[in-house]
């Protein structure tokens, strides 16, 4: 497929998603921007978040993955089922009964302005870098499979991709990618049923021959329980599991943002138990798909794409699907995927991270009413060139798997929204607030040290996931060390 045919196809695409936008935006108001006017169906904001959490990320990083962890990852997707029941039956309550805009008001009603802005920076953090690690793996196949054709930098190709979002989230928010979002999963997951059915199809193989073959059985391990002392034990990728999924997405605005604009809890609550269920069967199609890739690759000769000088696991599903000599079909189905994946979870970001800014640093709410638009549509522009220069900065110092490095970020700087949240929920006690910042500091500053440590240190244990729920005790300690004497 030529960068010009791709260049028409994304054109194509976001002509689709802008003219979505002009529908759902035509009210251009700030309820709509951040709640859809709280008139989401549930099965619709189901659908659409499973593209928001597998995002690009998951539809090239995972099946790049396989060959150097094999399925061991369905493990940590077997933990975040268990944390979407968790969120769906804990957490969401808490933001329906509240009737929050921002989930972090919870904590200014518990605790005071500090924890409240303190829950809101590790939010902030969290996301710009969830986002920016996402929109760069776009960013480079966009690169590596179009631009450099036309010698066009990399810089150049980032900010076209975010100016992108910028315009068909400008005025629907929310509203618009509760809508955009259902037909970029759609997307999604008919690209990776027709990637696996065509490369099936070049090897001669049925699904079921497949399946049965002794070349996936080389890649499919899926339970680690030799020694617990390495990193992706099954213990520790399940716990772990079950914690990103609290985090990322009961405690992150992105993705509770989506599920506050349904009409009421119990549709909310439908929305997350369902959603769940589709997101760990479509994760799995992924492994398969990622096996799949190897097997062709190693049948063809394919060696794995290099950038920069370096071999990039992440660009093997783009090389086989648009020069591995297949159908064309393929190609567009690959690209549709693509841009869908990478765009349903950057779209949402940028809306939650304009949303939170406004709400939990910019008390827009209590801003004249003639200054509220004008304030968002601001704030919006300003999100917009902040993911620009982290994405640019990750092109130079990102080293390894992308799905792996999220993750593991993810570990250090949800870590105290973890701490600061259970704290609220399950004690009765109330903490020096003032004091906060200074606990959600020491731990992540404790969790980095102990995350350094070398294995042969700890007998050979290699710390993984499990970091986040020890980020999050290490916050909770410290807030027992400040709360306030009866």
């Not at 760990?280 to 794995?304: D, K």
């Not at 606990?439 to 042969?456: F, K, M, Q, R, Y």
Request: charged residues 15%; proline residues 2%; aromatic residues 14%.
């Amino acid at each position: 497929m030529s960068a010009t045919q791709i260049l028409i196809l994304i054109a194509a695409y976001f002509g689709v998603l802008i003219l979505i936008s002009y529908f759902t935006g035509k009210n251009d108001n700030n309820d709509d921007f951040f709640k859809a006017g709280k008139q989401s169906p549930w099965y619709i904001v189901a659908f659409g978040m499973v593209g928001a959490s597998l995002s690009g990320v998951t539809f090239i990083s995972v099946p790049g993955w396989i060959e150097g962890s094999q399925f061991s990852y369905f493990q940590v997707v077997l933990g975040y089922m268990v944390g979407y029941f968790v969120v769906a039956y804990v957490l969401l309550p808490i933001y329906y009964k509240l009737n929050v805009t921002s989930i972090y008001e919870y904590l200014l009603q518990r605790f005071g302005v500090v924890s409240h802005k303190t829950g809101a920076f590790f939010f902030f953090l969290s996301r710009v870098l969830g986002a920016a690690f996402r929109l760069f793996l776009v960013a480079i196949v966009l690169q590596q499979f179009v631009f450099n054709a036309w010698n066009v930098p990399f810089e150049v190709t980032v900010v076209i991709s975010i100016l992108l979002i910028w315009i068909y989230t400008n005025k629907g928010g929310i509203k618009t990618i509760v809508w955009t979002d259902t037909l970029q999963t759609l997307f999604m997951i008919v690209a990776v049923i027709l990637s696996i059915y065509f490369i099936n199809d070049s090897l001669g193989w049925s699904f079921g021959e497949f399946l049965a073959s002794s070349e996936l059985k080389e890649y499919s391990k899926v339970f680690v329980t030799d020694s617990f002392l390495e990193r992706s034990h099954f213990l520790k990728s399940f716990v772990g599991g079950m914690f990103i999924t609290i985090c990322m997405t009961g405690l992150d605005q992105d993705m509770m943002q989506k599920n506050l604009t349904c009409k009421s809890l119990k549709d909310a609550q439908k929305n997350m138990v369902s959603f769940s269920i589709v997101l760990v069967i479509v994760t799995f199609l992924f492994m398969l798909l990622g096996a799949l890739l190897y097997i062709y690759a190693n049948e063809h000769n394919i060696a794995m794409p290099l950038m920069d000088g370096k071999p990039r696991t992440d660009l093997l599903f783009p090389e086989i699907a648009l020069n591995g000599g297949l159908s064309i079909t393929l190609a567009i189905t690959f690209m549709l995927g693509l841009i869908a994946a990478a765009y349903s979870s950057a779209d949402s970001a940028l809306t939650s991270l304009t949303t939170s800014f406004c709400v939990d640093f910019l008390n827009i709410e209590k801003k004249p009413k003639e200054l509220q638009k004008s304030v968002r549509k601001k704030a919006h522009i300003g999100m917009s060139i902040m993911l620009v220069i982290v994405i640019i900065i990750f092109k130079y110092v990102l080293t390894s798997n992308v799905i792996d490095s999220l993750l593991t970020v993810a570990g250090y700087t949800y870590g105290p929204l973890l701490g600061l949240f259970a704290f609220g929920i399950f004690t009765k006690y109330q903490v020096k607030d003032k004091y906060v910042w200074v606990v959600a500091v020491c731990s992540v500053i404790l969790i980095t040290l102990i995350g350094s440590i070398p294995p042969e240190k700890l007998g050979g244990y290699v710390l993984g996931y499990e970091l986040l729920p020890i980020n999050g005790l290490l916050t909770f300690i410290g807030l027992l060390l400040i709360r306030k004497k009866n």
